[in-house]
């Protein structure tokens, strides 16, 4: 079975643009986290979907903006990008319910120039 | 205000021996919580689990402690391998308030080097 994979791997903007990342969670899991890694704040929880639905959001600015398709990926955007949006951000996904492990993508690394 | 707290960075451990890495937490509310593995350029490897309601756990070479009353948890590792190298994140839950396992509060990570 596929593991969760992220698009674009890698991706360098400026300041003020807008960016889309894309998660495709493994096959059968309906619940789908975002997580944004730094070397300062270290792993912090950006928001949750489940069945198309957020279920949780973390403590992050409205320029994070997040959505799940029927077919559970999902994507993030971030827009009017600052310096301090380079980091590592990571999808997770889980099966259905609150008590399944989650299982991490491998991250798409945004620097933003 | 960080809640999940890893006051470690690094830790470095002869192969063979025991790795003991710490997590202390602050939220009283927090029932659930984890261990994670990452290596470089891959995300973040599920290793094992505690409820509040234990005290213990095991799996394999890896066990997790819980003291509630201290607010501290710990992973023993043992024996230590050099493919346990890799920086260990603890993460916390309320899963009876709320939460779920897909809202964690992790901690900075404390990267473990295990020496041949």
């Known amino acids: 079975k596929a593991g969760v994979t992220q698009t674009p791997r890698y991706l360098i903007k400026t300041r003020g643009q807008q960016v889309t990342l894309s998660c495709s969670p493994i096959?059968?899991?309906?619940?789908v986290s975002w997580y944004q890694q730094t070397p300062g704040q270290g792993l912090q929880f950006l928001f949750e979907?489940?069945?198309?639905?957020?279920?949780n959001k973390g403590n992050f600015p409205g320029r994070f903006s997040g959505r799940q398709f029927s077919n559970s990926r999902s994507e993030m955007n971030v827009s009017t990008l600052e310096l301090g949006d380079s980091a590592l951000y990571l999808c997770?996904?889980?099966?259905?319910?609150?008590?399944?492990?989650?299982?991490f993508g491998p991250g798409t690394r945004l620097t933003v120039l | 205000d960080q809640q999940v707290k890893q006051n470690s960075p690094s830790l470095s451990v002869q192969e063979g021996r025991i790795s003991i890495l710490n997590c202390d937490y602050t939220?009283?509310?927090?029932?659930?919580f984890l261990w994670y593995k990452k290596y470089p350029a891959e995300g973040p490897t599920f290793l094992i689990s505690?409820?509040?309601?234990?005290d213990k756990n095991e799996d394999g070479r890896f066990t997790v402690f819980l003291n509630k009353s201290a607010k501290h948890l710990s992973l023993h590792i043992v024996p230590s391998q050099p493919g346990d190298s890799a920086v260990y994140f603890c993460?916390?839950?309320?899963?009876?308030?709320?939460?779920?396992?897909?809202?964690?509060?992790f901690g900075k990570g404390t990267k473990l080097s295990v020496k041949p």
């Open positions: 997770a996904s889980s099966l259905d319910t609150s008590t399944d492990t989650q299982y």
């Open positions: 096959s059968g899991h309906r619940s």
């Open positions: 979907y489940f069945s198309e639905t957020q279920r």
């Open positions: 939220n009283s509310m927090f029932d659930y």
């Open positions: 505690i409820s509040s309601i234990k």
């Open positions: 993460a916390a839950s309320m899963m009876n308030y709320g939460g779920s396992q897909g809202n964690l509060i």
